[in-house]
């Protein structure tokens, strides 16, 4: 007879270490959390400073002839449609439909191909690439991305392999991902409450808020406690400057929806034939774009390139910006024509950028309103638009600046714009590239049960096959962000 592991005659004795916080399962994930928010962090930072990197280089090239981008952008685009065309296809776009369609899918092999390591390594290196070029995309979405896919494979190697518990595992990647990106702890709880589950339960509240803290240490241990944009002393006195709040809601919430509308290319209309276009021949498209891109660049001052990281911040800090007037459009259409071509990439950053400069337009008819605080208005509000995601827009422009003192300001316009936006865009735009994902998997699931149903009345024995590579809607538009 064995005898047991906590003595009987110490009943207080026993019932602590009873207690499900010394269970080894739960311990058994307590480190396998903690280890992916610190790999997180760290290939966050990593792919922070190498964007950095890129896009000086592509300065650098620049300073040869501004013309060289004509030449070197579409063929780049090219090669990566060409390249993200076979097994590393779910590293086109930002990635985050990719992460919120994995947590619809509890299918293993779906989850595999949208979040395997090789996927994680090649959409960083594939989004450096296309920094490197002049591309006007962002790191952040990514980031999230690869935040979900380091998770999501140390959760399997810790021995995690129930579905729930791996979508748990995503969605705490997700989070970790976007905290680090943007150095906004909050933010990242936000964005995975409101944009990756659309819900919140106690069971994973706790994971979320721990991947979080975790890998917001790491990240304060290396960079140091930094706004990603800087301190912005900014104020919005009540009164007639409120007007910004409506004007800035309205407009950049118009655009902001018009924007995710274009990108997502709808199979009727004129944008249909935009996706049909590129459905026939993407790398051929893609190259277009590529110099679509060089030639609004060369237009605008070489100013529209990247992430517009330095003119988001040359706006909120008040510096000047040339030309400041046309940054917002020409900037907008970078955009476009970025995401258009296929390539991976994300949107946060370039977003963030064209609402600086649209808030920079309309201070200009607001001469009694702190131009500062039209911009951050500006920045929020279109972020807001394009995303669907209020309230994630708001903490994340409050949290890039360190500014609390507009905090009702920022979201009444960041409302407001959701609510304008909706007008051309009903659905948030990762959701809808999420759900035309979900869908085509569904199709192709009963494609494949058409066929093993054939083949079973055929050969009258019982097959049944697994679900290939994931392909994409008719519009092709399913796997951008």
Known sequence: MTRPLIPSSNPRLQAVLGHTFFAPQQWRRRIALWVGAVVVALASILFAKTSDWAYRLFQHILSYGTWIPLLLTPVVFGLLARVTEGRLRATRGSG???VIATLHIEDESFRARMLALPIAVGKMLLTLIALAVGASIGREGPTVHVGAGLFYSLGRRFGFTDPKAASRFILAGGACGIAAAFNTPL??????????????????????LTAVIVGGVVSLGIL??????????????????????????????????????????????PLAMIGRLR???????????????????????????????????????????????????????ANVVSYWAGIPGGIF?????????LGH?????????????????????????????????????????????????????????????????????????????????????SKEGETSDNAQA????????AFGEPTVPSNDAAEKS
């Open 224 to 269: 140091g406690n930094y706004a990603y944009f800087g301190v912005v002393q900014a104020n919005l006195p009540l009164g007639h400057a409120w007007l910004a709040v409506l004007l800035t809601g309205v407009i950049c919430g118009l655009l902001g929806g018009l924007f995710a509308r274009l990108i997502l290319l709808s199979q009727h209309g």
């Open 187 to 208: 933010a990242g709880v936000v964005f995975a409450i409101e944009e990756l589950a659309g819900t919140f339960e106690h069971r994973f509240s706790g994971l979320l």
């Open 279 to 333: 459905g026939r021949a993407p790398v051929l498209f893609a190259a277009s774009c590529g110099l679509a891109m060089a030639i609004i660049g060369v237009l605008s001052h070489n100013t529209v390139y990247g992430t517009g990281y330095d003119e988001a911040r040359a706006f909120v800090q008040g510096a000047a910006v040339t030309p400041g007037q046309s940054f917002g459009v020409a900037k907008l259409l």
């Open 361 to 445: 337009n309309i201070a200009y008819f607001l001469p009694d309103v702190p131009a500062a605080s039209v911009v951050l208005l500006g920045m929020s509000a279109y972020l807001s638009g394009v995303t669907g995601a209020p309230l994630t827009s708001a903490v994340i422009a409050m949290e890039l600046t360190d500014n609390q003192e507009m905090v009702i300001p920022i979201m009444a316009a960041c409302l407001l714009a959701r609510a304008a936006a909706s007008i051309f865009c009903p659905t948030p735009v990762y959701k809808d590239f999420a759900e035309r994902m979900v869908q085509d998997f569904e199709r192709q699931r």
């Open 458 to 465: 055929s050969s009258h024995v019982g097959a049944t096959s």
């Open 349 to 357: 950053s370039p977003a963030l950028a064209v609402g600086a400069g």
């Open 96 to 98: 985050i439909p990719q």
